[in-house]
């Protein structure tokens, strides 16, 4: 059974920094697509980044660009999505999915599996 596992969230002040992790089971990690994506109260999920199953491409949605960086180990079945400079437009739930894919992938809808997300909170 695959399962996804996101922590790190919290509460934190503009312009901090928070790093989000999501442990992955269930599944041969390293064959696996993994992106982040995040849902604000009353707005659509939102793409926030992805890596590829290498961890050689990332991409990233403009909003997000030079603030988040997105990277995985592959050996500790993990992928990680450091946040820097917060903004309190950056508050949501945050949530981890899978893709079995070699490249990025940044469609919500083409994922197979997601997290139950982690809230982060950003106080102005």
């Known amino acids: 059974q695959v399962q996804l596992v996101e922590s790190g969230g919290g509460l934190v002040q503009a312009g901090g920094s928070l790093r989000l992790s999501c442990a992955a089971s269930?599944?041969?990690?390293?064959?696996?697509?993994m992106g982040w994506f995040r849902q604000a109260p009353g707005k659509e999920r939102e793409f926030v980044a992805a890596?590829?199953?290498?961890?050689?491409?990332?991409e990233y949605a403009d909003s997000v660009k030079g603030r988040f960086t997105i990277s995985r180990d592959n050996a500790k079945n993990t992928v990680y999505l450091q946040i820097n400079s917060l903004k309190p437009e950056d508050t949501a739930v945050y949530y981890c999915?899978?893709?079995?894919?070699?490249?990025?992938?940044?469609?919500?809808?083409?994922?197979?599996?997601w997290g139950q997300g982690t809230q982060v909170t950003v106080s102005s």
């Open positions: 999915a899978a893709k079995r894919e070699y490249t990025v992938v940044v469609e919500a809808t083409k994922y197979d599996y």
């Open positions: 269930g599944l041969t990690f390293s064959s696996w697509a």
């Open positions: 890596i590829s199953r290498s961890g050689s491409w990332t």
